[in-house]
């Protein structure tokens, strides 16, 4: 078996400063109302007490996509590595995948009227670099990481006000920022 590739996004060291967004805007050329990538602030109370939390996200390359299985041309497939791909030569812009997935993370591109996600950065991962989120964020609160070797003891599957990933068994694993509480013993 291959390894699985998945993200670790850090609450604990993410600002929200979008930088991440928009060097995935930048390096795949999107149009000016696309992401493949967002930032969601979370609710404040997440671990007990009031302390600012984002999430950066993306396509979680699930181990069960659903964008994959509602998909009526065939246009996702998964690499061996786990990263769910779209084929945008044999889509055809119907958006099930879109509402399919619980991460709402296949996008419609208006211009082309075909469907858009994250790749993780295929052809960066095939030359022995990182997706581009994961190098420009500047706060380094995202990691690429093999999902069968993670070291999970301080990290979560889930996370208030984000979907379950047990739903797909998504790959992407988060790390609470510490609570005021942690923060002023």
Known sequence: MSKRLGFVSNMERCVGCNA?????????????????????????????????????ASCQHCENPACMEACPTS????????????NRKVCIGCKMCQWACPYNAPTFNNVTKKMDKCDMCQERLD??????????CPMEALELVE???????????????FPQGSIT???IRMKLPLSVKQVRR
């Open 20 to 56: 991440c967004v928009i060097a995935c805007k930048s390096y795949h050329g999107l149009e000016p109302d696309m992401k493949r990538r967002k930032v969601r602030e979370l609710d404040e109370n997440l671990v007990g007490s009031p302390v600012r939390a984002y999430l950066s």
């Open 75 to 86: 246009a996702y497939s998964k690499r061996e590595d786990g990263i769910v791909l779209h």
């Open 127 to 136: 030359q022995g670099e990182l997706p581009i989120c994961v190098s420009c």
């Open 147 to 161: 999902m069968d070797t993670l070291d999970e003891s301080t990290l979560v599957k889930d996370v208030a006000g």
């Open 169 to 171: 068994d998504a790959n």
